[in-house]
């Protein structure tokens, strides 16, 4: 079992950064991709980036490329969301998801475990 735990979300303006943090427990961390999903109101849940244990295989959705980076340290069980630019489309709620078979991937489905969630909010 892994357990996960987002933070690092809050009110922010347009233009603004945030840093997602989603600390892990459980299960040895460095064994599963890693993946970052959001959900906005009314809207279904979408993928935003993913990464594999090691790091070498990183895959971001068109829509966050060049603003977002994602990142992990293994050693501290913790995987990051650089967020840039914020604009109000990307107001949601965050989640962070571990693969055990090391797959990054954009299917919501292909993830085992999921944290709760923390809610970005950007204002125009």
């Known amino acids: 079992q892994v357990h996960l735990v987002e933070s690092g979300g809050g009110l922010v303006q347009t233009g603004d950064s945030l840093r997602l943090s989603c600390a892990a427990s459980g299960r040895p961390f460095s064994n599963y991709a890693m993946g970052w999903f959001r959900q906005a109101p009314g809207k279904e849940r979408e993928f935003v980036a993913a990464?594999?244990?090691?790091?070498?295989?990183?895959y971001y959705a068109d829509f966050v490329k060049g603003r977002f980076t994602i990142s992990r340290d293994n050693a501290q069980k913790t995987l990051y969301l650089q967020m840039n630019s914020l604009k109000p489309e990307d107001t949601a709620i965050y989640y962070c998801?571990?693969?055990?078979?090391?797959?990054?991937?954009?299917?919501?489905?292909?993830?085992?475990?999921w944290g709760r969630g923390t809610q970005v909010t950007v204002s125009s």
């Open positions: 998801a571990a693969n055990r078979r090391d797959f990054a991937t954009s299917s919501g489905d292909e993830y085992d475990y």
């Open positions: 990464i594999t244990w090691s790091g070498a295989y990183i």
